[in-house]
């Protein structure tokens, strides 16, 4: 038998046929040296594969250990989140829990004879359980803290495993690891990585008594290795043990295939929906009822596929792989040598702040030092006065002898100077105080708000995503965009604001970011943005710890056409009595005075109010143009348009007096001539405004004009939007009025434009109309007449 010859038998019988084949292809010298070249170079080929093997198997040493025990895997589960677990260190860490019963199911562990403490042999080694120091740490982590099931619980307890690879709760359902396949596939390669760091050792029998004997059998039911003697004595012939089928010795047992945790049969499909092999029971479930199964077959070669694609991309990217390393490397040295200087300066600064410190608790101690010498030496001072005043000592034993002094004229003279001393040493005697104070209570610091500051004291920041101020951006002949940091963001040095525009046709492909860099302040001027067009804007904050992260993106429309830059004028049709016409000429008011009064008091007797007109000072001739303004909401009735500018002199050059009972309020819209020409464009295009509301006809023929000679059939009206636009195509006759906000059109009328058409303001009664400033000339600016302020 093969068990009884040679430990190497491939050896023995390979070497002799080889030296006999040498000695008969090379009997000379030459053709021996021949020969032990083409030896040597095969020798040489096949180590070199079997070097670069070894190492491959050994690199990927890391992939076999479990995250639990740290060791190669035994038996490993595959748990819901795809990660591997030993059976044994899952089965440790639920008991750890107090999960008592989910281990999984013994009867799936044949008994062999192996595993008997009275057959185990003892140089078997035993397989390290998991630490409990790790487990502990591994329980205590924040996550799988479950208690175990409760004795008589109503609903059937879940079982909660805590996955170390995802560090997070696994749902593995009631029955525990005893719903979860084996990994074979990882059982194998693990097998193979062992039998390729361990080339030439033996599998010893596991029943032979000291010392065992060299395996020549294995036995999956027994789940042991046998040499011949102990294969024989443990399948003894006539028995159902006789019936195993012997296999060559491993130390890893595993079943022929997979087999349903749920029902022990073998698995057939795999369901897609769940993710999980299931088997022919499984599969006409209600579990898996709707759910899309397939072959097994199908989802192997479907996953292989793919598997070797991805694998193929690497393999034939090695030289990116290579690349990326050497950047990562490159990386990681800049980040060593920079987390050093950030060390260096952090210890720079901190010093610092030790040597600004160490400054000021010297000058402050100088100063308590001065003031304390001072107060010392008055005190000294008073100290020695008041003890000259003792019974025979100082000044008052001088006195005494001054008093015995008999001779007049000298007495009176020596005297004299000590009797102002003495009125002194009295007075100060009366009225005792000390000469300084004790105290140095106005030498104590109040530090609070330096700790305070010194406690939060931390790295630097990057400024938070700024908030656009969505009430202040907008767009007309500029962009105007302004924004502001959040309250507690940390400052920003300067801002950098991007924009593009969205509305490109797709065959062109996305735009590109453009981008201003070091923006000071908190707003921005986009120039000569294109018309018709719509741009999202977006800005982040800068500061000494980089950028930040971007603000919302923020839509806004630019205007249809170019805008048109003009004033009022005030000479065509404008009563100075009525109308107040700002300095800047870009606000006009109505001011309603005595002659409306009177009006309004005749109008029970059939007189009319007039209708006061103010122009734009410039006249379009050619191509389109667009103005906004905004009308204030409290206005009585506000018409905006355009208008034929010689028949709007003709029209209001001569305005008649709204006082006199000749006023004849007919404008001639009534006579034939009118009826005549009714197909005709009209020359003035209005959008009627009162009381907050536009008053919308049911076509263009409602506003075109002053007044309507049928009236606006089928009118509505919309609310008053903050400001509106008037674009004025020149060239097809239209005027189209918009909501300056959205961009909306609100509505669309003919107008002849047989001559110079200029921007025209009607109003009846009170009333107050504002022209859009130019972005580009102080945006900021407000000019305020009678109560009612320009736009921002």
């Known amino acids: 038998m093969r068990s009884g010859g040679s430990p190497h038998p491939h050896r023995s019988c390979v070497e002799p046929g080889a030296r006999s084949r040498s000695r008969d292809r090379a009997p000379g010298a030459a053709g021996r040296a021949m020969a032990e070249g083409e030896d040597m170079q095969t020798f040489t080929s096949i180590m070199d594969a079997l070097v670069r093997i070894s190492t491959s198997m050994r690199n990927m040493e890391k992939e076999l250990l479990c995250p639990v025990c740290q060791e190669m895997y035994k038996q490993p589960l595959v748990l819901p989140c795809t990660h591997n677990v030993c059976q044994a260190c899952a089965r440790e860490v639920l008991g750890q829990q107090g999960y008592l019963g989910h281990g999984g199911d013994p009867s799936s562990e ?56 995802c560090q997070g709760d696994v749902e593995l359902g009631e029955r525990g690891l005893a719903g979860l396949f084996r990994n074979l596939t990882l059982e194998r390669v693990v097998e193979r ?132 390393i050497c950047e990562l490397e490159e990386t990681v040295r ?164 991007e924009f593009r525009r969205t509305d490109v046709p797709a065959q062109q492909g996305p735009t590109r970011w453009q981008r201003r860099e070091e923006v000071r302040g908190t707003s921005a001027l986009l120039e000569n943005p294109d018309t018709g067009s719509v741009y999202v804007l977006r800005v982040r904050g800068c500061n000494k710890a980089g950028y930040g992260e971007y603000s919302e993106d923020v839509h806004l429309h630019t205007p249809p056409a170019p805008v048109l830059h003009f004033f009022l004028d005030g000479r065509w049709g404008a009563s100075r009595e009525r109308l107040a016409i700002s300095k800047d000429q870009r606000a006009v008011r109505s001011v309603p005075g005595l002659p409306l009064l009177l009006a309004a008091e005749r109008l029970l007797t059939g007189c009319h109010l007039s209708v006061d007109v103010v122009l734009g000072d410039v006249a379009v001739t050619q191509g389109r143009s667009y103005w906004a303004c905004a009308v204030d909401p409290a206005s009585y009735l506000v018409k905006v348009g355009v208008g034929l500018e010689s028949k709007l002199q003709e029209s209001f050059q001569g305005a008649p007096d709204v006082i006199s009972p000749r006023y004849d309020p007919d404008s001639g ?63 097809r006759g239209r005027v189209s009025f918009l909501d300056a906000v959205s961009f909306r059109g609100l509505l669309e009328c003919p107008l002849d434009c047989s001559g110079p058409v200029c921007p025209a303001f009607c109003f009846i009664g009170g009333g107050a109309v504002q022209l859009q400033e130019p972005v580009g000339t102080k945006p900021e600016r407000k000019v305020t007449i009678g109560g009612f302020a320009k736009l921002d």
């Open 669 to 731: 819209h009534d006579s034939g001539a009118e009826d005549a020409t009714v197909e005709a464009a009209p020359p003035f295009a209005f959008l009627t405004i009162g009381m907050g509301k536009i008053l919308l006809g049911s076509g263009a023929s409602a506003n075109a004009g002053l007044t309507g000679r049928d009236g606006p059939a089928a009118s509505c009206t919309v609310p008053l939007p903050p400001r509106l636009g008037i674009c004025l195509d020149y060239e």
């Open 110 to 165: 044949p008994t062999s004879p192996a595993s008997t403490p009275s057959t185990r042999s003892p140089r078997l080694s035993r397989r390290t359980l998991p630490k409990p120091d790790r487990l502990d740490r591994l329980l205590k982590s924040g996550f799988g803290t479950y208690p175990g099931r409760k004795r008589g619980a109503l609903h059937p307890q879940v079982v909660m495993f805590p996955c170390p690879a």
């Open 334 to 497: 800049h980040t060593e040598v920079s987390g050093q200087q950030a060390k260096e300066e952090v210890s720079q600064l901190v010093r610092g702040l030790g040597a600004v410190l160490e400054e000021k608790r010297a000058s402050l101690l100088q100063a308590i030092e001065e003031c304390q010498q001072e107060r010392l030496a008055r005190l000294s001072t008073q100290l020695q006065e008041h003890q000259s005043l003792l019974d025979g000592s100082g000044l008052v034993g001088y006195a005494q002898e001054v008093l015995k002094e008999t001779d007049q004229p000298c007495f009176v003279q020596a005297a004299k100077q000590l009797h102002n001393r003495i009125a002194r040493a009295t007075e100060a005697l009366q009225t005792f105080r000390p000469a300084a104070s004790s105290s140095f209570r106005h030498c104590q610091l109040d530090v609070g708000r330096e700790m305070r500051l010194l406690t939060e004291l931390s790295f630097l920041q990057v400024p938070e995503a700024p908030v656009i101020d969505t009430q202040r951006t907008f767009a007309y002949d500029q962009i105007f965009l302004c924004w502001r940091l959040p309250p507690h963001s940390p400052p920003a040095w300067h801002y950098t604001v």
């Open 193 to 324: 990585y062992r039998q390729s760091v361990s080339v030439g050792g033996a599998i010893l029998c596991q029943l032979c008594k000291p010392p065992p004997l060299e395996a020549t059998k294995g036995c999956t039911e027994c789940r042991a290795t046998f040499c011949n003697e102990c294969f024989k004595l443990f399948h003894p012939w006539g028995t159902q043990k006789a019936q195993h089928e012997p296999t060559l010795p491993t130390l890893s047992f595993r079943p022929k295939g997979l087999m349903c945790p749920d029902h022990k049969e073998e698995v057939t499909h795999y369901c897609k929906t769940c993710q999980r092999l299931v088997c022919q029971l499984c599969r006409v479930r209600r579990t898996h009822s709707g759910h899309k199964i397939t072959p097994v077959l199908s989802a192997y070669q479907a996953l292989k596929d793919k598997l070797t694609k991805s694998l193929t991309y690497i393999l034939g990217n090695q030289d990116t792989v290579q690349t990326q």
